[in-house]
T-cell receptor, first 111, second 115 residues
Framework: DAKTTQPPSMDCAEGRAANLPCNHS???????VYWYRQIHSQGPQYIIH???NNETNEMASLIITEDRKSSTLILPHATLRDTAVYYC????????????FGTGTSLTVIP | GAVVSQHPSWVICKSGTSVKIECRSL??????MFWYRQFPKQSLMLMAT?????????EQGVEKDKFLINHASLTLSTLTVTSAHPEDSSFYIC???????????FGPGTRLTVT
């Protein structure tokens, strides 16, 4: 079962930073936070994941609160191609393989 | 990067017939693959976990006799929808677990329409 809560939709102006929040208040110490996105009628695309520390890659930054009960995905300069549904997922490793998707946030980047 | 393909990308079949969907890991070996189903405007729902050389593990509420999964090699898993009905029309997505277990790579999906 999904263990995350996300706002159903958000808008962001093109070129601005998009900050997508996620609540995972029941996360346990061994669970990672993953972010995927799904552009219409395509398979999900990996964005980033983390355990405790903030993470950054070429696509985005992941900010995890100190108590790990929430996180924020940051797309630093949103483009129209970033319009998609963004899923925040918690996953136990190493024994947990499955991803259980929540409802996600539909992000619309506005010109 | 790791690539997962699905075939076909879309299929239309008549009610009562069976249809097979293939999921392949193109440049890596995947001991574990997963099958999801997604209805319009809904999230992905995990259907089953497919392990190479063993029986699939189905999520609660998923009929194992209707959705047959075979993972005969380290690069191929198949999902067969048997005796398809219009309510089985959906977007079926597979994914493959990467070597370290941290990664999971998704296929592009297969749109099934049952008429």
């Amino acid at each position: 079962d999904a263990k995350t809560t996300q706002p159903p939709s958000m808008d962001c102006a093109e070129g601005r930073a998009a900050n997508l929040p996620c609540n995972h208040s029941t996360i346990s110490g061994n669970e990672y936070v993953y972010w995927y996105r799904q552009i219409h009628s395509q398979g999900p695309q990996y964005i980033i994941h983390g355990l405790k520390n903030n993470e950054t890659n070429e696509m985005a930054s992941l900010i995890i609160t100190e108590d790990r009960k929430s996180s924020t995905l940051i797309l630093p300069h949103a483009t129209l191609r970033d319009t998609a549904v963004y899923y925040c997922i918690v996953r136990f490793l190493p024994t947990g393989n499955q991803f259980y998707f929540g409802t996600g946030t539909s992000l619309t980047v506005i010109p | 990067g790791a690539v997962v393909s699905q075939h076909p990308s879309w299929v239309i079949c008549k009610s009562g017939t069976s249809v097979k969907i293939e999921c392949r890991s193109l440049d890596f070996q995947a001991t574990t693959m997963f099958w999801y189903r997604q209805f319009p405007k809904q999230s992905l729902m995990l259907m089953a976990t497919s392990n190479e050389g063993s029986k699939a593990t189905y999520e609660q509420g998923v009929e194992k006799d209707k959705f047959l999964i075979n993972h005969a090699s380290l690069t191929l898993s198949t999902l067969t929808v048997t005796s398809a009905h219009p309510e089985d029309s959906s977007f079926y997505i597979c994914s493959a677990r990467g070597r370290t277990g941290y990664e999971q790579y998704f296929g592009p999906g297969t749109r099934l329409t049952v008429t």
